[in-house]
């Protein structure tokens, strides 16, 4: 097998710029030369002119090599240091406006502005290495073979040992496997070295360096929960409590004046009389408290939906069949259905209707109801031509109302129904008349 052909070394930059500079002054110096051969000259002033032609050559040569070559140097030391990330060396030197001086300046501008990021990027870093050591929610990345590469002082906390004896450290030997799986976001109740209770997982995913990471933040949901619960208790007792005492209050009262009254001697003659509308008032009382007490078992006993195709048309003709007292228009659209429960979204329109009637019956207005599809989401609403409403902050606070005898609870089972379908259900007033709008959202 032949050998193939010699590659032949490539001459440098630099020989190459100083060849071409004397080949630029070659043509001069002969013809000079020539002058001088021809020209009858002394022997000695040839020697001496060629002498001194052949020295202004080279230096020239030389020279424009040297003009050259420096500025690339120049332009290679700045590179250098910009990549060894030294962003404090400048150019300086050239003359200004001239071919030079524009490269010089660039470059300098691209020093000055890869110091400019760097600085931002150090200032970045910083704030979230500050920032992850102080929240209180343990955060961990791993690389692509699953293996610890950050944790901030919540994690520590969390499993218990420092980040000297984490860090590169597998999720297996951490306990976290089962944490970089599943869904995200969720809850789970597990163990810790911190302890057990309930927590909140996160997943996200990230790149550094062109490699995949993975990143795992665990939240410590017990003591929101307990807050949560706490505070629904207190509602809860202090909505109770002044239930109980506006039932308990008079009959304690009443028991007492019938208590002293059968005490009497002799008894009034009008006793009979006195004792049965007290007995009348603790009856009317008790069974006020037992429909509040039913009204709350039946707000916190509501089922799971038992999902079925409901056609919006049918549904909101038979709900509007069932309200007299006002009139009930069914706005033209087009036809729709949703998935729900049947029963439990005629009992939510029944209350909106109702509600819409008692309204509108105070003005003499009418109730209208009218749907329509928005995205995936298909809208119902319920409009009274009511007086509109006054204060919004409680509408959905349990027990709360302002009907006389009313329950305080329909709004609110109203939206339970409505989330229990993955909906929502808000209430509004009118922008361009008066009264008042039920807007119920439902999955489409």
Known sequence: MKEGKRRRPRISFETRLTLLALAAGFPAIGASFLILWLGGYSGKVQVT?????TGIWLGCAFALRERLIRP???????????QEGDY???ARGSREM????????EVNLLSQTLQEQRLGALEATALLRTVMAEIDVAVFTFDE???L??????????????AERMLGRSAVELGLEDCLEG????AVARSFPAGAGRWGIRLGAFREGGLPHRLLVIEDLTRTLREEELQAWKRLVRVMGHELNNSLAPIRSIAGSLSKLIEREPPPPDWREDAQRGLNVIAGRTEALTRFMESYARLARLPAPNMTTIRVQEWTER???????VPVRLEQCEEASVRGDGDQLDQLLINLVRNGADASAETGGEVSIGWQRRGKHLEVWVRDQGHGLTNTANLFVPFFTTKPGGSGIGLVLCRQIAEAHGGDLELRNREETRGCEALLRLPG
């Open 72 to 82: 690339l140097q120049t332009v290679s030391n700045l590179l250098a240091a910009l």
């Open 149 to 162: 590469r950050l944790v901030n002082r919540a994690g520590e906390t969390l499993l218990g040992m420092p």
């Open 49 to 53: 002119v060629m002498v001194l032609l």
């Open 98 to 105: 001239d071919a030079l001086d524009e490269v010089y300046r």
């Open 319 to 325: 709900v509007a069949g069932l309200e007299t007292r």
């Open 183 to 186: 869904a995200s976001p969720r």
């Open 88 to 90: 404090s060396i400048r």
């Open 145 to 147: 073979e699953n293996r």
